[in-house]
């Protein structure tokens, strides 16, 4: 019987073959946000089924724009890094950037119409919201200086600080503490924001100091606001 001649291997059969799954930036990107969806849809109904059951209307409604701001938020984000480039992918990538000075406002508005709609705070109430709608005319016509609005974002969601005597008085220094804790994830993550062109997984680690930041948050307003 005669006995089969050898094979050689080729080149191209020694090679190893590419992984056909490869985590892109931009899947990491969509992943990320795409859990901050998920987080933020489960959290607005556990959180406005507990304001319409114990809170006053004011209270409510400051915890319906809190919750319609924070799902805005990261469906504009994920949807911005689900389309290629081009026309959606731009409309959704500024819509996201609005966004962010709305979810910063409307983070401290349940508070607000909790314990702030006496005395000057309501001033407080009405700059807050002043200089979201500057914010979200900067970012829609003066698009290049993107330094300058993570400026804005920063300044922006500290001004709250201004009521940290009325924090301390009804949330205590727990919830003060919750507080500070996502406004320290918000501000420490931007420092990935600002260098993303240099390693474009860097903005996806910025997604999850924002998703920190929103639980942090969240607790505050759930366990500490609504009670």
Partial sequence: MERPAATVASPTTLAPRPSSVT??????????????????????????????????????????????????????????????????????????????????AGTFTPFAFTY???????LLIAAMWGLTLAGIVFKLFVRRLRNVAVGLYVALGWLPILAVGRMLETVQWVGLLWILAGGLFYTSGTWFLKRDVRNPYWHAVWHLFVVAGSICHFVVIRWYVVG
Wanted: negative net charge.
């Fill in 23 to 104: 985590l892109t930036p931009e899947t990491a990107n969509q992943l990320t946000h795409g859990l901050g969806l998920v987080l933020s849809l489960a959290g607005a109904v556990v959180l406005l089924r507990a304001a319409a059951a114990s809170g006053p209307s004011w209270q409510l409604w400051g915890c319906q724009i809190y919750a319609v701001t924070l799902i805005a938020l990261y469906a504009a984000s994920t949807l911005s890094h689900s389309f290629p480039p081009g026309y959606w992918r731009d409309v959704f990538r500024t819509l996201d950037q609005v966004c962010i000075f709305l979810l910063i």
């Fill in 116 to 122: 702030l709609l006496d005395g000057w705070w309501p």
